[in-house]
């Protein structure tokens, strides 16, 4: 076959058919700011590496280097990943990783990582493995030895956590909630015993329908709805549940959200008698241990001292009782 034949054929090669290019001698570089600047070719192993979640500019030097000196970058949708590497013109090939592909694909890098390869990992947008695919990918990198690095970066829920105002001392990250009401609704349950902010994402489709329904097995609390963060539309609302869920409710919701809830109030400090006097109460309706397990749940009380004190009570009433 002739060169002219051969680079033809090369070039019909999707990405993800190219031959390992892990001795490539070609510059790898990216430009930034209209300055080229080259980067060594990447070590051998998986990088998982943060990309922006809207403005391109919020990329780090590390990431754009490590994006520049990869054999290939695994990406969600190649079209997405192309934007980005054409902004810094960065020229690595592209495979597609997702997870429609994963159970075909996730071999093939695995192979290309046995032979050397230094493979980096991107999501869409923001850090992967967050509500993305990777997370079996990253796992059996590991259990076949290669090396596995992140380059952390940006990540819309410690975007929208720390834009948020409210507590972040502990927080719970749930993703996506069930797209079916009854689901939906069996997993707000579960949410709302968490003493922690919540944060997840949300499609615009379901955003009013979730907030009601977090307005109902939640309360009152506190809450935020970013929309669309470091990009043109920012938008971050703040409000409790049940007036974000009325405000939503009226108008046109597109892009790409993040709700972030108040955890619950603590409840208020109960003494001693009060705690004695709840368990009289239900000492004269159920066995100890019910009425022990029925005062916890509503005092947050340690049931182990509560125990002991219904003991107590229990034998003064007997004792009571016998006279």
Do not use: W
């Amino acid at each position: 076959m002739t060169t002219a034949g051969v680079c033809a054929k090369f070039a019909a090669m999707s990405e993800t058919q190219r031959p390992l290019a892990s001795s490539d001698a070609s510059p790898r570089r990216y430009v930034l700011d209209g300055r080229p600047t080259e980067v060594k070719r990447l070590a051998p192993g998986l990088h998982i590496v943060a990309t922006p979640i809207g403005n391109l500019g919020d990329i780090t030097l590390r990431a754009l280097a490590a994006l520049a000196g990869a054999d290939v970058i695994a990406c969600e949708d190649t079209r997405v990943t192309r934007k980005l590497l054409d902004r810094y013109a960065i020229a690595t090939p592209l495979t597609p990783y997702h997870d429609h592909n994963a159970i075909q694909a996730r071999p093939a890098l695995l192979r290309r990582l046995a032979a050397g390869a230094a493979i980096a990992l991107v999501s869409d947008a923001g850090t992967p493995l967050i509500s993305d695919p990777g997370f079996k990918l990253v796992r059996a990198a590991h259990q076949a030895g290669h090396a596995v690095t992140t380059l952390p970066g940006a990540s819309a829920l410690l975007a929208a956590l720390t834009v948020s105002g409210l507590p972040t001392d502990q927080f719970f990250f749930t993703g996506f909630l069930p797209a079916k009401a009854t689901a939906r609704r069996a997993r707000i349950a579960e949410l709302g015993r968490i003493p922690a902010t919540l944060v997840l994402f949300e499609a615009g489709s379901r955003l009013a329908a979730t907030l009601d329904d977090l307005a109902a097995g939640l309360g009152a609390r506190d809450a935020v709805v970013c929309r669309e963060l470091t990009k043109l539309h920012e938008e971050v609302r703040r409000g409790d549940l049940e007036t974000l869920a009325q405000t939503c409710a009226a108008g046109e919701l597109r892009g790409e959200f993040v709700l972030v809830v108040a955890p619950p109030q603590e409840p208020a400090a109960v003494s001693t008698d009060e705690a004695d006097a709840l368990l009289r109460q239900a000492l004269s309706r159920v066995s100890l241990k019910d009425a022990v397990g029925e005062v916890a749940d509503v005092t947050g009380l340690p049931r182990r001292a509560l125990y002991q004190r219904a003991l107590r009570l229990a034998k003064e009433r007997d004792h009571g009782a016998s006279r």
